[in-house]
């Protein structure tokens, strides 16, 4: 055998190695129909880089979605998410971009049902007695009012889409305790967030494994990069006001994406 065959046969040989053992870049990405619904937290507010064309909806080129879609090439992408959605908007707004030829979907919805805006703004500007109701009233929302306003949503995707593999993405918990923050919250009030936090992605997780999707989490992937961490991927209170709490761009892109690539 020459020298070139060998070469020839050897690298064969890796291919098809690599391709056995799932090394190689996975071919069904090419074949995907993907649609990324849901709200601020999908559409990357708090990323920059947002497109024109999605105007107040600030979808952004850093967002999770459109990283996703960039490195994967889909048959097609329709990135639909916008800032300010609930449940009901996703489902009325949104859900027209579904059809029976997609194949991926994500979103994330629940945090603007239970007035996750009011509770951040309540917890910053008033007293920590009236922080923690206004966060146990949000609490008794995830719990009571919440789960029909998801079965709703999650069964409107479905049936636009039967044959599809949805990701319902969760929300980060905010803040490290016993951080490095001297000024703002007290401990008391970040307790109280992060446990809120807590139960509504349990909540999440409930109702997307009752309809059949699949739950990501991304508490592990935002943990020690919370507020107070000493390196946020979060933004606190900044101007402009949209984007605090929010991720940041490497929020996005080392806290969302892998979250949504590892079950994607």
């Not at 609490?139 to 998801?150: A, E, M």
């Not at 909540?203 to 997307?208: D, E, F, G, I, T």
């Not at 059949?212 to 390196?231: A, P």
Request: proline residues 3%; glycine residues 10%.
């Amino acid at each position: 055998m020459s020298a070139r065959s060998l070469r020839a046969s050897l690298v064969t040989l890796i291919l098809g190695a690599a391709t056995v053992l799932g090394l190689a870049q996975p071919a069904s990405a090419a074949g995907d129909n993907y649609v990324a619904l849901g709200d601020s937290y999908s559409s990357g507010v708090g990323a920059g880089s947002y497109t024109s064309e999605s105007g107040a909806c600030q979808r952004s080129t850093k967002a999770y979605p459109q990283l996703w879609a960039s490195a994967n090439a889909p048959s097609s992408f329709k990135f639909v998410a916008c800032s300010g959605a609930t449940t009901s908007s996703v489902s009325s707004g949104q859900l027209g971009s579904l059809s029976s030829a997609t194949t991926l979907v994500s979103v994330t919805a629940g945090g603007n049902d239970v007035g996750f805006a009011d509770v951040m703004q309540t917890c910053v500007l008033q007293s920590e007695a009236t922080c923690v109701s206004r966060v146990n009233t949000a609490v008794s929302q995830i719990q009571n009012y919440l789960p029909g306003k998801l079965d709703s949503l999650y069964s409107g995707i479905r049936s636009r889409s039967p044959q599809a593999h949805v990701v319902v993405l969760g929300y980060p918990r905010f803040y490290k305790l016993s951080g490095t923050c001297i000024a703002g919250l007290t401990e008391t009030e970040r307790g109280a967030i992060n446990d809120a936090s807590n139960v509504l992605n349990g909540v999440l997780a409930k109702r997307a494994a009752n309809a059949g999707f699949t739950f990501s989490s991304v508490v592990d992937e935002f943990t020690g990069h919370e507020l107070c961490s000493g390196d946020a991927w979060l933004h606190s209170v900044t101007i402009p006001v949209s984007n605090s709490y929010h991720p940041k761009a490497v929020g996005q892109s080392s806290g969302y994406l892998p979250a949504f690539r590892s079950v994607a």
